[in-house]
């Protein structure tokens, strides 16, 4: 490496370090789908069914809402 010149260090030194940063952008980007496809997993697989509890939720609150308020009238 001695006998390189200045201006053909740095090159090398500049094209190795460019690979590298390519090569951490990529892996980043490989990561980021990968945490994605995880979420929208998550996404799929729990929160619909939560949001379906929750509607059930609501329409058994209105059932015991207007079964209570059928009953209230009833009474008087």
């Known amino acids: 490496?001695?006998?390189?010149?200045?201006?053909?260090?740095?090159?090398?030194?500049?094209?190795?370090?460019?690979?590298?940063?390519?090569?951490?952008?990529?892996?980043?980007l490989w990561s980021i789908s990968r945490v994605n496809d995880s979420l929208h997993e998550v996404y799929e697989a729990r929160l619909v069914s939560i949001q379906r509890i929750d509607l059930?939720?609501?329409?058994?609150?209105?059932?015991?809402?207007?079964?209570f308020e059928n009953a209230y009238e009833f009474a008087f």
Request: proline fraction near 0%.
């Open 1 to 28: 490496m001695k006998s390189l010149t200045l201006k053909a260090r740095l090159i090398a030194v500049m094209t190795a370090l460019s690979v590298l940063l390519l090569a951490g952008g990529l892996m980043g």
């Open 56 to 67: 059930m939720n609501t329409a058994l609150n209105r059932l015991r809402f207007t079964t």
